[in-house]
């Protein structure tokens, strides 16, 4: 089967959409990745690249074929709505010419924010008569919304109507977790909607560890946070939690990432004399195993809200396949993933007193109790999300739209 992967966000950019790539190559599918120039998270261009112009590479087996983009540069909602609009543009409009002459089954969005990258997938769509399969990643307009990037009424009933119009000119819309389903099949009108997980990192999986920077020390019960540093993640919650503990209760708290929070952190640990809070920054994927071997318990936050509530962040299946007991601050799928594993301890989201109570009942836990947690979440990692079984039931939903619209265009004629 002949696949068009579009997605604005790839390697060398760190996706998992990258890996989903490699396992569909594996499943014997002959892959082209249409997206855009890397630049994130920092803003600029990555060496070798050009914010003009269309480049093509081959990486693991597959053609990447870039269009332009405006780069996002150092921050600012004008430069990223740009640096989106840019891409949308240079798809929907580059991307066929660069496509030119090649045949494609099936069209696969990965529909991270913004959904609006989907439209392109449209263009392509009715050009290349494929069918197209939307892998929807965040409920617009409601993440809009809740990270307060749009405040407007009238502007978020606009983007609902967009994202009705793209759903409905799907042939079928994959979604990250069961609680997705209402919303999505609210707005989808006749197109079919399946639950697709995110599968787990396929080195974290593999169990090798590259070397890594960062060493915890010893003697402290050290907490891993490892992710986007942003304003979803109740960054305000976890320093609360730790600063109601204090420096001397013996645990540490590590934030690995970065985000739009960065500045607001170093200034928060700085006044408030957050000893026990080490802002870590963001170190290369390939190091975050080792990094959480490390870990006595790895921590997952969000704020909370019905739209975050329905949401797994990726960063749970990481965390099963590390082996490592699971502190999630939020609500919704996420912590019943956790509970459900028996891989960890859960508590509502934005609550900074329950966070610091579950901190220490892990830490008060005996190392043997820790280490069953960790063992039943690789248990659930490899029943749920392995990712070659997930790549394999991708394939699948691809056929199934493939074939469905081949049944359809048979009727219409």
Same mark, same amino acid.
């Given at each position: 089967?002949?696949?068009?992967?579009?997605?604005?966000?790839?390697?060398?950019?760190?996706?998992?959409?990258?890996?989903?790539?490699?396992?569909?190559?594996?499943?014997?599918?002959?892959?082209?990745?249409?997206?855009?120039?890397?630049?994130?998270?920092?803003?600029?261009?990555?060496?070798?690249?050009?914010?003009?112009?269309?480049?093509?590479?081959?990486?693991?087996?597959?053609?990447?074929?870039?269009?332009?983009?405006?780069?996002?540069?150092?921050?600012?909602?004008?430069?990223?709505?740009?640096?989106?609009?840019?891409?949308?543009?240079?798809?929907?409009?580059?991307?066929?010419?660069?496509?030119?002459?090649?045949?494609?089954?099936?069209?696969?969005?990965?529909?991270?924010?913004?959904?609006?990258?989907?439209?392109?997938?449209?263009?392509?769509?009715?050009?290349?008569?494929?069918?197209?399969?939307?892998?929807?990643?965040?409920?617009?307009?409601?993440?809009?919304?809740?990270?307060?990037?749009?405040?407007?009424?009238?502007?978020?009933?606009?983007?609902?109507?967009?994202?009705?119009?793209?759903?409905? &000119?799907?042939?079928? $819309?994959?979604? !990250?977790?069961? *609680?997705?389903?209402?919303?999505?099949?609210?707005? =989808? #009108? @006749?197109? +079919?909607?399946?639950?697709?997980?995110?599968?787990?990192?396929?080195?974290?999986?593999?169990?090798?560890?590259?070397?890594?920077?960062?060493?915890?020390?010893?003697?402290?019960?050290?907490?891993?946070?490892?992710?986007?540093?942003?304003?979803?993640?109740?960054?305000?919650?976890?320093?609360?939690?730790?600063?109601?503990?204090?420096?001397?209760?013996?645990?540490?708290?590590?934030?690995?990432?970065?985000?739009? &929070?960065?500045?607001? $952190?170093?200034? !928060?640990?700085? *006044?408030?004399?957050?000893?026990?809070?080490?802002? =870590? #920054? @963001?170190? +290369?994927?390939?190091?975050?195993?080792?990094?959480?071997?490390?870990?006595?318990?790895?921590?997952?936050?969000?704020?909370?809200?019905?739209?975050?509530?329905?949401?797994?962040?990726?960063?749970?299946?990481?965390?099963?396949?590390?082996?490592?007991?699971?502190?999630?601050?939020?609500?919704?799928?996420?912590?019943?993933?956790?509970?459900?594993?028996?891989?960890?301890?859960?508590?509502?989201?934005?609550?900074?007193?329950?966070?610091?109570?579950?901190? !220490?009942?892990?830490?008060?836990?005996?190392?043997?109790?820790?280490?069953?947690?960790?063992?039943?979440?690789?248990?659930?990692?490899?029943?749920?999300?392995?990712?070659?079984?997930?790549?394999?039931?991708?394939?699948?939903?691809?056929?199934?739209?493939?074939?469905?619209?081949?049944?359809?265009?048979?009727?219409?004629?």
């Amino acid at each position: 089967m002949k696949v068009l992967l579009l997605s604005q966000h790839f390697w060398p950019e760190s996706f998992r959409i990258n890996e989903v790539a490699q396992s569909l190559v594996e499943q014997g599918c002959e892959v082209t990745v249409l997206t855009g120039k890397p630049n994130y998270p920092e803003g600029a261009l990555f060496p070798g690249y050009r914010a003009g112009g269309v480049q093509r590479e081959r990486h693991e087996g597959y053609e990447i074929v870039r269009v332009p983009l405006l780069p996002r540069g150092p921050g600012g909602a004008r430069r990223l709505v740009l640096n989106y609009l840019s891409f949308l543009a240079c798809a929907s409009l580059l991307g066929p010419w660069a496509l030119r002459g090649q045949r494609f089954d099936a069209i696969f969005v990965y529909g991270t924010s913004p959904i609006l990258q989907a439209i392109a997938a449209i263009v392509l769509k009715w050009i290349k008569r494929a069918a197209l399969v939307v892998w929807v990643q965040d409920l617009w307009p409601d993440s809009l919304e809740i990270t307060g990037f749009v405040r407007n009424r009238r502007l978020l009933a606009a983007v609902a109507v967009v994202v009705r119009w793209i759903y409905r &000119r799907s042939d079928l $819309l994959l979604v !990250q977790s069961p *609680a997705f389903i209402p919303p999505v099949r609210a707005m =989808a #009108g @006749r197109t +079919p909607v399946r639950v697709h997980e995110n599968p787990g990192d396929r080195a974290g999986a593999s169990g090798a560890h590259a070397a890594t920077t960062l060493q915890l020390p010893a003697g402290t019960f050290n907490i891993v946070f490892a992710g986007n540093l942003g304003t979803v993640q109740s960054l305000d919650c976890v320093l609360d939690a730790a600063e109601q503990l204090g420096a001397d209760s013996g645990i540490r708290w590590v934030l690995v990432g970065s985000g739009a &929070r960065d500045a607001w $952190l170093a200034e !928060q640990v700085a *006044a408030r004399g957050l000893r026990q809070v080490q802002l =870590a #920054g @963001r170190l +290369p994927p390939e190091q975050m195993p080792a990094v959480f071997a490390q870990a006595d318990a790895l921590l997952v936050s969000l704020i909370g809200g019905p739209a975050l509530s329905r949401t797994v962040p990726s960063k749970i299946q990481a965390y099963l396949a590390a082996g490592r007991p699971i502190l999630a601050s939020m609500d919704g799928e996420g912590a019943r993933v956790v509970e459900a594993a028996g891989a960890g301890l859960a508590c509502a989201a934005e609550d900074a007193k329950a966070l610091a109570q579950a901190a !220490q009942a892990l830490q008060a836990m005996p190392a043997a109790q820790r280490q069953r947690m960790g063992e039943a979440g690789r248990r659930y990692y490899a029943e749920h999300y392995e990712p070659g079984r997930l790549a394999q039931a991708l394939v699948e939903h691809m056929r199934s739209a493939v074939a469905a619209r081949h049944s359809q265009e048979e009727k219409v004629q």
